[in-house]
Each structure stands twice: as structure tokens, then as C-alpha cells.
């Protein structure tokens, strides 16, 4: 499928030199009450903000070949009455505790980085290190950070301590991954309208085992179906709809030699098979109904923005790139050319599942990640889509701004910070008495290239043009990361 128009190459609206420094490790852990404020916060905002990420992206100067690699620190921002409380911590994995103590790179990492010592330091060591870095949900009593490939780590949300591995009460056998996107339903079909969390896990093999879960809000697994699809299988993220969950199953394949010789990372042996089709793996949430497949043209998918059921259509929005950006052994990360890459695309799917046909559509030219959506809306239709975006319409580029799109008038708004302002996840938190689907408000934590540390930004959602409610700058750099969630629960005294 065309996805840009490469001609179309728009100028720069960042310095790339500014944009590395996003890329440092972190050396300190802080708790404070934020007080470098512009604007106001606003007193109905109560809750906390949680987010994970790489904190590190060297160890003694021994960098990481990719921040993937890097180790997971978890972000808390925590509010009351219009103050903010700010906490940062590494998650102290088993590796994390080893190769602080060490002072230098123990284990090898998914996406290239090495032990020092050449090939014959690294072939044959297939441990993998837990680095727990994705994302972060506080379900069932527990705050868990996440990693696709283990088991998630527990830590205190007050203090952001580490507990320990949690294995989601004998669930997951040792070293057992989960994924490390789970999405809520806010009110589940089968559980008389009560929210679950449903997350997924993948068994690799000649074929690829999916296994999809469903947690009751105390934890307790409702649910589990699995279903075996034919090849090897990368799948990092999947999308619920009131009766499916759906997962796109882009055409890679995996030759993991390079990796047992000590030549590459595993996530490196992963090679996109272009001109495949992607295969939609639509696996029903409910009951004994067989699960379908249908090709699909799509590219490759990271991140869905929803799905819902409509008309006895499902339908389903993704974020599309032309292929797998790949992570060559000799590259560095940070020489990345933005303009030589094609930018991820926000997608519409509609699968007719009778007749196993399906639609696309491209709905945003722009370049954009990190999509989210009204958590009352996840599943079920929606207007309103909220993600990360570059500054200029056309060409790829870092995130600098938050665009929101309206899917009904095709309107959209964008809040940019650029030259100096690297945008992260929006977060939706919604108006405590609200109604509409965009009364809220939006959370990011920007880097600020210029003074080289970050800023918790609150949007008010239902306009973005009018800027920033409120900036919260931040005494120290946070590295570019990756997920989190807001809780209605304010996890600290003020
Ligand atoms: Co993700």
C-alpha cells in the first residue's frame, strides 16, 4: 500500500543534536513536589500517572545498542488539589541489581546490544534479561511493570520499590512472558458490565501459540483461550472489541542463527517479508466460536487505537509502517535519518466477518505513535483519537506534538512544542463529572531539548489549540519512553 508521499519532504522542525539528548541515562532517583509550574493545575485532577520506559541507555559508559535494550525506570507523578508530586525509580530487576553491582553489560539484550568481549564472549548465551521497561498497570491491587518477553515485576505504588517477580498468582510458569499491552474493557459483556483486563501471551514455535487472558478487577483470571497460528509471530500490542480480540500477525520471519552465535540480538534476526500479506487473527473473547483469519495489506503494526463491532462490521484503527524499521548490528540508534524512513500512518480496517473481507483506509496522513482513546471507550465506538505527532503534516519525524483527531468531521487539532519539545504518550484522563468523550484531560511528558529536561504537559482535551493548561518542568531529563496509565488514586501524602 502507498503510505506517503515521498516527495512531499517538509522542513526540519527539530535539531537532531537536541533530540539525542533524550537519549541519556538517568543517574539520580528523586521525590519532590514539583514547583516549576506555568499555568495552573487543576484542582479536579486527582489520581496518579504512572510510566515506564529506559532510564538507562549505558552502563558505565558501555552503551546499550538500542534504548529498547535499555533498563526499566518507572515515572510516578502523583496529584492532589492542584499540587504534583514527582518519584522516579529503576525497576531493580535480577539483571538490573547484577550489572549495577558488575559496573559493566552482563547480559546480552533483544535488540543488539552485546557483552563485551567480542563473539566469543557472546555466542550461546541465550539468557535473556528481564528489563521491564514497556509499560505500567495498577490492576488488582498490584502495580506491575511490564516486559513482552518475562514475567512483570511488582513494585509498592507509594514508594516505587521493588517487590519482586510476580508470576499473577501461579499463572505463569518461571521466566513465563506476558505482553506488556493489556487493555481494560470498561464494561464487560460477560461479566454484567464490570470492567476486565485482558492481556495476551505468545508461546513461539513452528507455529506461534496466542494465548489471550481475562482478569477480574481483583486479579483473578476469568478467562483464557488459546489458539495456534502457523509461523513465527512478533506481535507487541492487540486490540479488544466488545466481543473479539484482534491481532495482527505482520509477515516476518525469524532465523535466530545470527542470535546464537553471538552476531546479533534475537529482535535482529527478525526480518519483514515484504509484499506478504499481514494475517488479522480475530480470536472471540466469549464462548467457543472458531477464530478467523483474514489477509490484510498492512504493513507493520506496533500499536492499535481501538476497535469496535458496528453493522456486524468490526472495525479496527491502526498505526501502519511499510515494514519492520530494522536494527542493524553496526548502527547507532541516535544517527537515526528520519527523512529516509516512512512515517507510521493511522489506519481504518472493516472486516465484514461473514464473508472474511475486509477495507482499509488510510485516516491521517501525519506522522503519528502512541495512540489512546477515552478508557470508556476502548472496545466500543469512539470519535475522538489522541497521539503522539510530528510538527509538520507531511514526512517523518520525532513526536514533537499532540494531535487529536476527530473521527466523525475529520477536524483536527494539534498542540506542538517543537523546535525544543519531544513529545511522549498521551494519556486521557477523564473529567471526574464529565460526559462528553473528550471532556478530560491529556497528560505527556515532553523532553525539552533546550534546557535538556522534561515537562509533564496537561492539555485540556476538548480543545487543544487553546495550549497548555498547565507545564510542569521537571529537575532532570526523563530518556524518550514508553507506556503508562492515570489511576483515580493519588499514591502519596501530601
Ligand atoms: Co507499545
Request: charged share 20%; with cysteine.
Amino acid at each position: 500500500m502507498q503510505l506517503q508521499d515521498k516527495s512531499a519532504i517538509a522542513p526540519r522542525s527539530y535539531d537532531i543534536a537536541e533530540w539525542h539528548k533524550g537519549y541519556r541515562s538517568v543517574s539520580q532517583e528523586l521525590d519532590y513536589e514539583i514547583d516549576e509550574i506555568e499555568g495552573e493545575i487543576p484542582v479536579e485532577l486527582n489520581g496518579t500517572l504512572f510510566r515506564n520506559g529506559p532510564g538507562l541507555l549505558d552502563i558505565n559508559g558501555q552503551p546499550f545498542h538500542h534504548p529498547f535494550d535499555g533498563d526499566g525506570m518507572i515515572c510516578a507523578i502523583a496529584f492532589q488539589n492542584g499540587r504534583a508530586h514527582f518519584r522516579n525509580r529503576f525497576v531493580r530487576t535480577e539483571a538490573f541489581v547484577e550489572e549495577q553491582q558488575a559496573g559493566r553489560i552482563l547480559y546480552r539484550g533483544v535488540f543488539g546490544t552485546q557483552k563485551p568481549g567480542g563473539i566469543l564472549a557472546n555466542a550461546f548465551d541465550c539468557r535473556i534479561k528481564n528489563i521491564a521497561n514497556t509499560n505500567v498497570i495498577y490492576w488488582g491491587g498490584k502495580l506491575l511493570a511490564l516486559w513482552e518477553a518475562a514475567e512483570p515485576y511488582r513494585l509498592d505504588p507509594q514508594t516505587l520499590e521493588t517487590l519482586g517477580k510476580d508470576d499473577l498468582d501461579g499463572l505463569l510458569p518461571p521466566g513465563g512472558a506476558i505482553a506488556a499491552h493489556p487493555h481494560v474493557d470498561p464494561v464487560c459483556a460477560a461479566d454484567g458490565g464490570t470492567p476486565c483486563l485482558v492481556n495476551f501471551a505468545m508461546k513461539p514455535g513452528l507455529s506461534t501459540t496466542l494465548t489471550v487472558y481475562e482478569f477480574s478487577p481483583s486479579g483473578r483470571l476469568l478467562r483464557k483461550r488459546s489458539h495456534a497460528t502457523p509461523g513465527f509471530a512478533f506481535i507487541h500490542d492487540f486490540a479488544i472489541s466488545e466481543h473479539y480480540a484482534i491481532f495482527f500477525q505482520n509477515p516476518v520471519s525469524f532465523n535466530p542463527l545470527p542470535w546464537l552465535l553471538g552476531l546479533r540480538g534475537a529482535g535482529q534476526c527478525i526480518t519483514f517479508q515484504t509484499g506478504k500479506p499481514t494475517q488479522a487473527i480475530i480470536v472471540p473473547r466469549f464462548g467457543n466460536a472458531p477464530v478467523k483469519t483474514i489477509p490484510v495489506e498492512a504493513g507493520f503494526v506496533f500499536h492499535h487505537a481501538n476497535a469496535f463491532e458496528q453493522d456486524n462490521v468490526l472495525v479496527v484503527d491502526s498505526i501502519c509502517y511499510e515494514a519492520l524499521p530494522s536494527v542493524e548490528p553496526g548502527a547507532d540508534y541516535r544517527q537515526t535519518n528520519f527523512e529516509s524512513l516512512a512515517p507510521g500512518q493511522l489506519w481504518r480496517f472493516r472486516f465484514d466477518l461473514e464473508r472474511g473481507t475486509v477495507e482499509q483506509q488510510r485516516l491521517e496522513d501525519r506522522c503519528v505513535e502512541f495512540p489512546s482513546v477515552h478508557p470508556n471507550h476502548v472496545g466500543r465506538p469512539y470519535r475522538y483519537a489522541y497521539m503522539g505527532a510530528a510538527h509538520h503534516p507531511t514526512g517523518n519525524a520525532p513526536l514533537q506534538a499532540i494531535l487529536k483527531l476527530d473521527l466523525l468531521t475529520g477536524e483536527r487539532q494539534l498542540f506542538s512544542l517543537a523546535p525544543h519539545g519531544y513529545a511522549g504518550e498521551p494519556v486521557f484522563v477523564p473529567f471526574p463529572d464529565g460526559s462528553a468523550e473528550d471532556d478530560g484531560w491529556v497528560l505527556s511528558l515532553f523532553f525539552n531539548g533546550k534546557q535538556e529536561r522534561s515537562e509533564l504537559v496537561i492539555l485540556d482535551a476538548r480543545d487543544l489549540t487553546q495550549g497548555a493548561i498547565a507545564r510542569l518542568t521537571l529537575k532532570q531529563h526523563i530518556p524518550y519512553g514508553l507506556h503508562g496509565n492515570f489511576y483515580p488514586m493519588t499514591f502519596h501524602h501530601f
